[in-house]
């Protein structure tokens, strides 16, 4: 029975020791996307016309809200290593675009953190809505040693676990890992604890796969559909509408919740999650796949 319940039972005088059942207070969050098959985002679903799956075991949603405008935290992971030389200027350039956009535009709470990211991880701005202190922070990177992507999303994520709202990842990277420390694993696993969606933005200079590091670009791209988000693949040049992309789907998104029952609940696993649109197959869903469970008090 969830804290509700033990709250009405206690203003109707009943003593906490004799309510005879476990308290589950862990409300489960999904930021949902949803696009027809031409790619087109969907912001007119009801409530009614979701079906979400805990462990297999159906849940009722208590949380339904369209184009949700909880606060933005958006942690922006900029790639500083020897590879991004050439394009690191415009790169730069087009976050400080995105930036204004995500300050000046929804809800006023909205806040971004910035980090750089070579052979070591450096936090340039802890979350804020300054634009000028961010845009002083992108100026002066430049691009020499390796590349800790891991780390980045591994300490990044920490600093978003407690903020209310939504939590948002975007790096801007141009290949995959190099130096860390932390493994894939141990970042997904930060990612999905800090309810956090994740957006890479992979700059490839060609499309030729020839030169380019695909089992990084896959590694991203399993992160980004287990976390809800989704992988981009511009140039320089199509960096601005990337941006645009992201920053539509975000003010587009709904949000679904749930108090988790059935036998696994409260069991502190990782639980994988089913969001369904049974009257409607054709749909695409993007959602986080799971989430790490809270032990039953």
């Known amino acids: 029975m969830r804290l509700v319940a033990l709250l009405a039972l206690l203003s109707c005088g009943l003593p906490a020791q004799d309510a005879d059942f476990k ?9 949902v996307s949803v696009k027809n098959p031409a790619g087109d985002l969907i912001g007119t679903l009801e409530k009614r016309d979701f079906a979400v ?13 369209h184009q949700t405008t909880q606060p933005l935290s958006v942690t922006l992971l900029i790639d500083t290593s020897g590879s991004t030389a050439k394009d690191l200027k415009y790169e730069t350039v087009s976050l400080t675009r995105f930036l204004n956009a995500l ?18 991880v450096t936090l340039l701005n802890s979350f ?13 990177l430049k691009a020499d040693a390796g590349t800790s992507l891991y780390d980045a999303i591994y300490l990044s994520s920490s600093a978003l676990r407690d903020r209310d709202g939504r939590h948002v990842i975007v790096v801007v990277t141009d290949g995959g890992d190099t130096t860390s420390t932390k493994r894939y694993a141990d970042a997904l696993a930060a990612a999905q604890k800090a309810d956090a969606v994740f957006f890479p933005i992979v700059v490839v200079p060609i499309t030729n796969p020839a030169g380019r590091n695909l089992g990084g670009e896959h590694a991203l791209e399993t992160l980004a559909q287990s976390t809800g988000g989704r992988s981009f693949y511009p140039t320089v040049n199509e960096l601005d509408r990337t941006f645009a992309d992201i920053l539509r789907e975000l003010r587009t998104q709904y949000l679904i919740g749930y108090y988790p029952h059935g036998p696994a609940a409260g069991d502190g696993k990782y639980h994988r999650v089913r969001l369904e649109i049974p009257q409607r197959p054709d749909l695409h869903i993007s959602t986080r796949a799971g989430y790490y469970g809270v032990v039953s008090r």
């Open 23 to 31: 308290i589950d207070v862990q409300l489960v969050r999904l930021l």
């Open 103 to 120: 300050v000046k535009e929804g809800n006023p709470d909205d806040a971004a953190s910035l980090y750089s990211f070579n052979d070591q």
């Open 53 to 65: 799956f805990d462990k297999d075991v159906p849940q009722e949603i208590t949380v339904f809200e």
């Open 128 to 140: 804020t809505r300054r634009l000028g202190r961010l845009e002083d922070s992108l100026r002066p």
